[in-house]
């Protein structure tokens, strides 16, 4: 017999989201108050320093540390069998959740004595509500509709929109078929009499079987719209990838072979096999546009203008001399080719688009084109003033179309940064100060306009109370927002998200933290801990050329180090080179050992060189810039001048 010991059971499965589990889990203790909780965290082997932040940080929690990623399921039934609330409730850890959040749904289950399972509404980091919230069976022909996109035609039909039940409202409290996984709360006693959570699922679908199971067993699932939550990875754009794609549709067909049968069940697979092959498609169609369509772009214009240029010197240069077909089949595409590469090689197309670079890979680009015209033979050598006069209406012509580009996507002209973005905090005084310190910390580099608090502030960087929130938004153009969790509650922070839409980007700083989370984090300037941040060093054509940098910087100091006897530096270098000509080291390496980094070599020389004593409280934050905005310029200058 079953007796209970705490009414709350709390688990949370992890695997590398070290900053987002740290917010959860503050907003969790926040919400517990004085319900009597347990709070478990199954780490599934994380290599991000999460285990460690957990034991600082959260002592109270039971950490239960995987030596390999078992999967959710299996982790979640971990802590299942050794929970002892009346309730379990499987949490993300990359969600937020609102201080009247488990007073509320814990009030309502026990009111709702059918209650088998409950959920509740969820927004992404913008504020907009998630429709997988609530969903229906993915039967045959829901999966179907769902496929053919007749669900996001008709979302608010009965007949069409059966898989996010577009047709209730999402304001009220609905019975539901299935539950998201994300915030789900079951029953104790439910899992004791229909079983834990099937492991042969490794990831996504197991709540769907779960949700099945609890109406099998004679419970119903509830959407409870009283309260809701913040789910940063809802609005993942991951889920266009072909691994999602993979193992969503594996875990469909488990289900399918799990709980259909007959016809029904080879419907079921012919759809999801269906779905596999069409999402693959779109999906490789989506990386390639996404990651090549501005090169694909340039490429035509750089060929259409030595094209035109070639017509030109032939008319009026050449008189009516006419190039070999060999210019145009050959010769054109191998200047279009070699300008593409360099300008990709120099991370010319990382965003916002930088025009020193763009010239300077422009300029590389000549000279390797120059070099190789060099030593083709004679009756090749068509003309070096198409290339000479080439770079410059190739460099014209780039510069005009990024200029246009840059214009119609963030409508400024105003190139040092990638939008016009205007920034506030919620929050106090104090907030502001320390909040200030760490973006400027990490070059946030556009404008911070002040802070908003009810309590009056002499600070010129006070704009007022936040009844006043919109007209400040309004008056300044503001189009981010920073919610400081020591002085704003969760609960208001969801508020204003709702209120002022999609169209501002929003930002949390957890109370007592040196970082900033938000779900567009890959779209800042400046330092965001988030899920989408992008680190320069964890991309291989980044690497390679790091490693071509310090192979290159080797060969120069290893043919010509009597010309550079007198540098400083010089002892030290030739005294690893072997080292790095070999691999074993890197010229610039991290100034600490940092687990939560893309791996390098370690460095002859660290990158917090240049660090001062009032800047020791980010030293540890300094290799995560390098690795976040690494080129080879950084070392270049980390060597010479330094």
């Not at 009030?107 to 913008?126: H, I, Y």
């Not at 003309?383 to 990024?402: N, Q, Y």
Request: aromatic letters at 14%; hydrophobic letters at 40%.
């Amino acid at each position: 017999m079953f007796v209970v010991q705490v009414k709350l059971s709390i688990i949370i499965v992890n695997y590398n989201v070290k900053h987002f589990l740290e917010q959860c889990l503050k907003s969790v203790y926040q919400a517990i108050g004085t319900i009597d909780a347990e709070v478990f965290v199954v780490d599934n082997n994380s290599i991000d320093g999460s285990q460690n932040m957990v034991k600082s940080l959260f002592p109270k929690v039971i950490l239960i540390a995987n030596s390999k990623n078992t999967g959710f399921s299996t982790a979640n039934n971990q802590a299942i069998k050794k929970s002892q609330g009346e309730y379990v409730l499987l949490l993300n850890p990359d969600t937020v959740v609102p201080e009247n959040c488990f007073e509320s749904i814990l009030e309502f289950a026990d009111n709702t004595p059918d209650l088998g399972g409950c959920g509740v509404p969820m927004v992404d980091g913008q504020g907009t509500y998630l429709p997988e919230s609530k969903r229906g069976l993915p039967t045959p022909e829901v999966a179907f509709y769902k496929m053919i996109g007749l669900n996001k035609v008709f979302p608010n039909s009965k007949k069409f929109g059966k898989y996010h039940l577009g047709y209730l409202d999402a304001d009220k409290n609905h019975e539901v078929e299935i539950l998201a996984g994300a915030f789900l709360l079951i029953r104790k006693k439910v899992l004791d009499q229909i079983g834990l959570l099937d492991e042969t699922f490794f990831m996504y679908g197991e709540d769907i079987d779960l949700s099945y199971r609890i109406l099998q067993g004679g419970w119903k699932n509830y959407y409870f719209s009283g309260t809701s939550i913040i789910h940063y990875k809802g609005e993942s754009t991951k889920k266009l990838s072909t691994n999602y794609v993979k193992v969503f549709y594996k875990a469909m067909v488990i289900f399918a072979e799990k709980h259909y049968t007959g016809g029904h069940q080879k419907l079921f697979k012919l759809f999801i096999n269906t779905a596999i092959y069409a999402r693959a498609i779109i999906s490789i169609c989506v990386t390639f546009l996404r990651r090549f369509w501005i090169p694909f772009i340039e490429s035509i214009l750089i060929f259409g203008s030595l094209f035109i240029l070639k017509n030109y010197w032939e008319e009026h240069i050449k008189g009516i001399t006419t190039y070999p077909s060999e210019m145009l089949s050959i010769h054109l595409p191998y200047y279009t080719l070699v300008w593409i590469m360099t300008i990709g090689f120099n991370g010319s197309y990382q965003s916002p688009f930088n025009f020193s670079k763009l010239a300077r890979s422009i300029t590389i680009g000549t000279f390797i084109i120059l070099i190789i015209y060099g030593l083709l033979p004679n009756h090749l050598h068509f003309s070096r003033g198409i290339i000479l006069f080439g770079t410059l209406l190739v460099a014209a012509v780039l510069f005009l179309w990024r200029t246009l580009y840059h214009l119609i996507k963030y409508k400024t002209l105003d190139f040092s940064q990638r939008y016009n973005v205007k920034s506030i905090l919620i929050g106090s005084e104090k907030n502001w100060n320390q909040l200030s310190e760490i973006l400027n910390s990490y070059n946030k580099k556009y404008q911070q306009i002040g802070f908003v608090s009810d309590k009056k502030s002499s600070s010129p960087h006070w704009l007022g109370t936040k009844k006043q929130l919109r007209e400040i938004i309004e008056i300044y153009g503001i189009n981010e927002v920073i919610f400081s969790n020591d002085s704003v509650s969760t609960q208001y922070t969801i508020q204003i998200m709702n209120e002022m839409g999609p169209e501002i980007h929003y930002f949390i700083n957890p109370a007592e933290s040196n970082f900033v989370i938000g779900s567009q984090s890959k779209n800042t300037n400046g330092l965001y801990f988030g899920e989408q941040i992008e680190l320069n060093l964890s991309k291989k054509e980044y690497r390679t050329q790091k490693r071509i940098f310090d192979l290159s910087i080797a060969i120069i100091l290893g043919i010509g180090f009597p010309i550079f006897i007198g540098f400083k530096k010089t002892r030290k270098m030739l005294y690893n080179l072997k080292d790095i000509i070999f691999g074993k080291k890197t010229w610039i390496g991290y100034a600490a050992p940092n687990e939560n980094l893309p791996p390098i070599k370690s460095g002859v020389f660290a990158t917090d060189h240049k660090l001062e004593e009032k800047q020791a409280l980010f030293q540890k934050n300094i290799d995560l810039l390098y690795a976040k905005n690494y080129n080879v310029y950084m070392d270049l200058r980390a060597i010479f001048l330094s």
